[in-house]
């Protein structure tokens, strides 16, 4: 299972290589095999994912590990339903959506990759719904923050056009990750009530992921009622997708709570 881990992990790597040779030298065979070998890496990964459910008779998001994992094969599946809706327009996705997923595969290959049990508190019918929800927020949120760096990249280069459509790619990103941003803390109250008697404890965790709602509520605010565009909309991607990192590595890494784990 490790191996397979492994695997997928270098065939990440080597579709990351042949999305930047592929844009950086313009060759539409390159870029061909990227895809192909994208593809690859995200079947071998579902494969790695499905394997450690079976084997450790659960979904497999109890830990950091896992969760950095499922969080990067969804910006995969996320980068590749993406692409093949319009592909001659989001073929530049897959030179930000390959190595973000690349980078997150990374990182969880940084962790204790030990299967261990439940904590008596996770066992419960929330527990799918609660970080499944948080691993989809958390990959529209990263895709978005891909596409509005893109957006200040190219903001010079390109017609207004195709300024626009990155611009409102980034905002239904964004409105499918507060939605599933509210899930996470709408179910994670009941679920705390029910096994912690008490709704709402200012625990780190619960903490940060209040205050990344309330960014990106402001953001959709900004846009929805100010109507906010272009480059201040996408500045303002960029600087919250920092909090949703905060919020996944640092406030585990850094601070204690009811919600740390390794």
């Not at 790597?13 to 040779?21: Q, S, V």
């Amino acid at each position: 299972m490790n191996v397979l881990f492994t695997i997928s992990l270098m065939v990440y790597f080597a579709a990351t290589l042949l999305c930047f040779a592929g844009t950086a030298f313009r060759k539409d065979g390159v870029k061909k095999a990227a895809l192909l070998v994208l593809l690859i890496a995200v079947a071998a990964h579902i494969i790695y994912i499905v394997w450690r459910g079976i084997a450790a008779h659960r979904l497999p998001l109890a830990n950091q590990f896992e969760f950095a994992t499922m969080f990067a094969l969804m910006v995969a599946i996320f980068t590749l339903v993406l692409y093949y809706r319009n592909r001659t327009r989001m073929e530049w996705l897959l030179v930000f959506g390959t190595p973000l997923a690349f980078l997150l595969q990374s990182y969880a290959a940084l962790q204790p990759k030990e299967i261990t049990e439940l904590m008596p508190a996770l066992k419960s019918a929330w527990f799918g719904l609660h970080i499944g929800s948080a691993a989809l927020s958390y990959s529209a949120f990263a895709l978005a923050a891909a596409v509005s760096l893109r957006y200040l990249i190219v903001e010079k280069k390109t017609d207004e056009k195709h300024l626009t459509q990155m611009d409102y790619l980034s905002y239904r990103l964004i409105s499918f990750g507060f939605l599933m941003l509210s899930i996470v803390i709408f179910s994670g109250c009941i679920w705390a009530e029910q096994a912690w008697s008490t709704f709402w404890s200012w625990d780190p965790k619960e903490t940060w992921a209040l205050i990344t709602w309330i960014v990106y509520a402001i953001y959709l605010h900004q846009r929805l009622r100010l109507k906010w565009r272009g480059r201040k909309m996408a500045l303002l991607a960029c600087v919250s997708f920092v909090l949703v990192i905060f919020t996944f590595v640092g406030v585990n890494t850094l601070m204690s709570g009811l919600h740390s784990y390794k």
